[in-house]
Every structure is written in structure tokens, then in C-alpha cells.
């Protein structure tokens, strides 16, 4: 397998193009259906693979930046993409960026950037891993008590975003692709926060934002996925110009993970038409499992086990993902077909 070896000048190191290919193809089909970046499986992936992690970081930001153009946009043809709210959180999410790449070159001086960096991404996967598949069985057993009771089923309503609407701090907003009014410190704020988070693991926020969206914000599902792939996009390409002064981004990886991932962006973006939202939060939430155990193997010295964990789970998921798709489409033309030959049968009855 050496033929596909190729010398990466900045990371200073030989990487397969192969696996490049199928880790940015892995991201962009579940980074469309998610609408995060997908950096919990690329970061930890190639630090797996070798990279130093202030590398992975830097590397990851700047692919994961292309590819979420791409997502962003057909996201924007369903509707999914609240511009204005996106907008609002960017100076919140630069400051955090600056925050977060100065403590990661702080932590890189005095050699603690992999422990330090590894031990909060299992913390933070772990937690918003639990909470959002309490929300999840929370929801489900609602419905099902719902049908027992014989009242209608009624979807979720966050009431922790309801109260911090009603929060009065001028200026207060009106998103009108969320249908939501709020205060403009409120996404401005979730954008501090998950820029600070993005800078420090090297990712785009989404894992943190696309929650934070639903639960704080009180975001439709689907409107939180295409919005956060909005800001993913400008977190991205900031993370890459901080990082890429800072001499710890490799474009030429960075780009061969970018033609993977443009396919699968196509088809994750896809899928969600036809996919309800609490089970988009329900896969949402095993995949952050997945990673978190596969960073703790590897901060417990289980390379192989890591290795295998996270490129298994990242495929079996696309899997998944592409399968709803197909399944979606083949229901949609069923159902075309059959309404094309009622109206058929009418007008020749007629």
C-alpha cells in the first residue's frame, strides 16, 4: 500500500491518500446529515493516524471549511438555513476561536496539548452524548403515553428556550426561517462559547452548537442542522487562517479529504428530506459515543482498538445514513407513482 503513501510538507510525515479519501467521504455524508463538521471523527482520526494533535486540528478546520460550502448550500435549497441567526453568532464564534487557538499553542509550549486536549473531548462528547439521548427516550415516552391516553401526539416543546427567549436584553431579534424572537446576546453568546470549544478540539462547534441550537436557541431540528452548517463554514475557514498563521495546517491532506468529503456531503444533506427529527437526534447521539470511546482507547494506549472503533463506526454510520436515503427516495417515487396512476384511472373513467 505504499504506492499511496504521499509526503505531507507541513505535518512533516507519509499518509495513505486512501484513507484520507474515506475519511473525508465518511465526514461529508455524516456531516450533511448532521450538520456538523464532523471533526469528532476527522481530529481524533488523524491524531490516531499519526498527526500531532495541534496539526490535526489545524488541518481538519481547514477541510472541514470546504466541505460544509457544499453542505450549506444544499441545505439552502430545502429552506434549512437561518442566515440571520447564523450571522449573529459569528463575532461570538471569532473571539472564541482566538480564545481557544491561544490556549491550545499554550498548552503545545509546555507539552500538555495531547493529554489536556484529549481527556476535555471525552468529557464534552460524553455529556452532550447524554443528554441528547435523554431527550430523545424523554420524547419517546411521551409519545407513547400520548397514544395510551388517546391525546394527539404533540412534538417537544424546549421549555429551557422558551424561558431564555423571553429573556428582554435589547436588541431583541425576530429569526423568521426558525420562527423564533429572542435576545441578540443569546446567540451571540452560545457563539463564544462554541467557537472556544471549536479552537481547543479542533472541530466546528457543530456537536456542541447543532444541541445548543435545539435546546438553548429553541431551533427546529432541521433548521439547526442547515444554520449550524452555515456557521461550521465560517468557523472553519477562520480556524484555518488562525491556524494556518500559526504554521499547523497541511492544505495538500486537507484537500484529498476535501474530494471525498464533496460526495458525501451531497448525499448526507439529502438524506435528512427524509428523516424525522428526533431520529436525526438519536443517531446524532450514538456517533458522539463512538468518538468519545474511541479518544478515551486512544488516551488509554489502545491504538488498534481506537483506530478500528472510529473508522468502523464512521463507515457503518454513512451506511446508515445512505440507506435512509435510498429508502426515502424509493418511497417517494412509490408514492408519485401511485397518485400519477389514480389520476390516470379517473381521467380515463371520465
Same mark, same amino acid.
Given at each position: ?196 470549544? +471549536?479552537?481547543?478540539? %479542533? &472541530?466546528? $462547534? ?5 444541541? @445548543?441550537?435545539?435546546? /438553548?436557541? *429553541? ?20 480556524? +484555518?487562517?488562525?491556524? %494556518? &498563521?500559526? $504554521? ?5 491532506? @486537507?484537500?484529498?479529504? /476535501?474530494? *471525498? ?90
Amino acid at each position: 500500500m505504499d504506492i499511496f503513501n504521499v509526503y505531507l510538507p507541513v505535518a512533516g510525515m507519509e499518509f495513505n491518500v486512501l484513507l484520507l479519501l474515506l475519511i473525508g467521504t465518511t465526514v461529508g455524508v455524516c456531516g450533511g446529515f448532521f450538520g456538523i463538521g464532523g471533526a469528532w471523527i476527522v481530529t481524533p482520526a488523524l491524531n490516531i493516524f499519526g498527526f500531532p494533535m495541534p496539526y490535526a486540528i489545524g488541518t481538519d478546520l481547514a477541510h472541514m471549511g470546504g466541505k460544509s460550502i457544499v453542505s450549506t448550500i444544499r441545505h439552502g435549497k430545502f429552506g434549512n438555513v437561518d442566515v440571520r441567526l447564523a450571522v449573529s453568532m459569528i463575532i461570538g464564534t471569532t473571539v472564541g476561536m482566538e480564545l481557544g487557538a491561544s490556549l491550545v499553542m499554550y498548552l503545545e509550549r509546555i507539552g500538555l496539548a495531547e493529554s489536556v486536549i484529549r481527556k476535555i473531548y471525552v468529557i464534552f462528547l460524553f455529556l452532550i452524548g447524554s443528554y441528547v439521548l435523554y431527550d430523545y427516550l424523554s420524547h419517546v415516552r411521551r409519545q407513547r403515553k400520548a397514544v395510551k391516553e388517546g391525546a394527539p401526539k404533540a412534538e417537544y416543546k424546549h421549555t429551557l428556550a422558551q424561558k431564555l427567549q423571553r429573556i428582554n436584553i435589547p436588541p431583541m431579534i425576530h429569526f423568521k426561517t426558525s420562527k423564533i424572537r429572542c435576545s441578540l446576546w443569546l446567540p451571540v453568546l452560545v457563539g463564544l462559547v462554541t467557537g472556544v470549544v +471549536a479552537s481547543v478540539l %479542533g &472541530v466546528g $462547534g457543530g456537536f456542541i452548537r447543532m444541541p @445548543a441550537l435545539i435546546y /438553548l436557541v *429553541g431551533c427546529p431540528t432541521l433548521v439547526a442542522v442547515g444554520t449550524d452548517l452555515f456557521e461550521v463554514m465560517i468557523t472553519g475557514a477562520y480556524g +484555518a487562517f488562525t491556524y %494556518g &498563521v500559526k $504554521g499547523r495546517v497541511d492544505l495538500l491532506a @486537507a484537500m484529498y479529504m /476535501l474530494l *471525498g468529503a464533496a460526495i458525501g456531503a451531497q448525499l448526507g444533506t439529502v438524506a435528512v428530506k427524509y428523516v424525522r427529527g428526533y431520529s436525526i437526534r438519536l443517531l446524532f447521539a450514538v456517533t458522539i459515543f463512538i468518538a468519545c470511546a474511541s479518544v478515551l482507547f486512544k488516551q488509554m494506549n489502545l491504538q488498534l482498538l481506537s483506530s478500528i472503533l472510529i473508522l468502523t463506526a464512521g463507515i457503518v454510520i454513512s451506511l446508515v445514513i445512505i440507506t435512509l436515503l435510498i429508502r426515502g427516495v424509493m418511497k417517494e417515487r412509490r408514492t408519485a407513482g401511485a397518485k400519477s396512476f389514480v389520476s390516470t384511472d379517473r381521467e380515463v373513467r371520465k
